[in-house]
């Protein structure tokens, strides 16, 4: 038991996990709870009583998509998102191993691509996805067919005010 975990993830997340009283909405809503270990509400308990090494070492913070619907819907603002988000920082910071070992390289990627264009580009994302974990032919099947039917574009768009951006990144350390 880590008694300054649930401080360290406070101060990171800005949200305070002490409030959440387990009411569950926010995993009833999650679209990727069934895909858990553990789920958004049993993270935060895990949390409140210490567990670091279970949390840090559960593929449930790599598996959350930052959708926010766990924030829309709890009674009491804690947004998990942001919570999953410093569960990220703190895992890849103290280098603990998780169970999808390629999850830490697709996040760093994804970031990497939002801090340069402003917005995520799936084809950059999944080009240098493939490369780097040398699964060149997985999901072809659906990716092909969404790259002809028009859903991903083939060049990145940028957005405006990249200098905002670019300041957001360079102030949270991204
Ligand atoms: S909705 Fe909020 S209070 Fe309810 S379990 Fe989730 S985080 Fe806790
Ligand atoms: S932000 Fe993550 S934990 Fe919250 S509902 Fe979306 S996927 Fe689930």
New binding site residues.
Partial sequence: MDTTFSAQVNELSEQTIE?????????AGCPVAVEMEFG??RV?RLIQLGQKDRVLGSGDIWVCASCET?AT????E?S?AAVMDALRAISMAEGYATPEPDAPAFHRLFLGIVGRFGRMHEASLMMIYKLKTRKLMADMDSGIPMILKGKIPILPHRVRGMNEVKRIFRETGS
């Fill in positions: 409030l959440c009283y387990h009411c569950h909405k926010c995993t958004p509400d935060l766990c819907r709890c009674p009491n804690i998990v």
